[in-house]
């Protein structure tokens, strides 16, 4: 069965580098989504990707993070200047059409700032 | 502002008993719900989903039933097994231009030998 593969599984980082977590979602689907986990709370929504453009970002999704599409098959999540805070892990997601159909998901990148 | 919500945070079950785990949301206007289920490690697995014009889903061992009344759902699991043991998620598809998911905060499933 297809599924959306993250890599790496674990990204340590120093505070104030840049980290770029990849994904590459299922062949035919056409929404992207990234979501966070911080440890013992709730996923969070990040941001929603479609027809090379953001769709909706949340409010955490601030000027330090970007995504890209660089070719016909990677997602990219880029931070820019990582803090403390950012540890997490953060899920790529993907779905194939719009309405009730479900997003899939991998299985995320660990991320820790040192 | 809109939440969903599971009632307990975790849940013991003997093992071949039926597990039953519920969840509560908010907004009137949802029309879309899956439940997910995430084992240590990886990340949320689709189980079932159920759409807002039907009250009950069947699959595998699973059953997901809708109480718009109410705005409550639950996902029961039959006949559980020691590979149910996970942290369950019960998930808002939200009307929108792309539909995030709202997800609520999981339930623990504990099988009990």
């Known amino acids: 069965e297809p599924e959306v593969t993250q890599t790496p599984s674990h990204q340590v980082t120093q505070m104030g580098q840049e980290v770029i977590l990849r994904c590459v979602p299922i062949?035919?689907?056409?929404?992207f989504y990234w979501y966070r986990q911080i440890l013992g709370q709730k996923v969070e929504f990040l941001v929603s990707?479609?027809?090379?453009?953001?769709?909706?970002k949340s409010e955490i999704f601030d000027d330090q993070f970007s995504v890209e599409r660089p070719d016909g098959s990677n997602f990219t999540l880029k931070i820019r200047s990582t803090k403390l805070e950012d540890s997490a892990m953060y899920f790529c997601?993907?779905?194939?059409?719009?309405?009730?159909?479900?997003?899939?998901f991998g299985d995320g990148t660990r991320l820790s700032i040192l | 502002g809109e939440s969903v919500g599971l009632h307990l945070p975790t849940l013991s079950v003997q093992e071949g008993d039926n597990s039953i785990i519920n969840c509560a949301y908010s907004n009137s206007a949802s029309d879309y719900f899956i439940w997910y289920k995430q084992e240590s490690g990886k990340g949320p697995q689709f189980i079932i989903d159920i759409r807002s014009n039907m009250d009950k889903r069947q699959g595998q061992r699973v059953t997901v039933l809708l109480n718009k009344t109410v705005k409550h759902l639950s996902l029961q699991i039959a006949a559980t097994q020691p590979g149910d043991s996970a942290v369950y998620f019960c998930a808002d598809q939200s009307r929108g231009r792309d539909d995030k998911i709202i997800f609520g905060k999981g339930t623990r499933l504990h099988i009990l030998p």
């Open positions: 062949s035919n689907h056409l929404y």
């Open positions: 990707f479609y027809n090379n453009e953001i769709s909706e």
């Open positions: 997601a993907s779905r194939k059409d719009r309405g009730s159909q479900p997003q899939h």
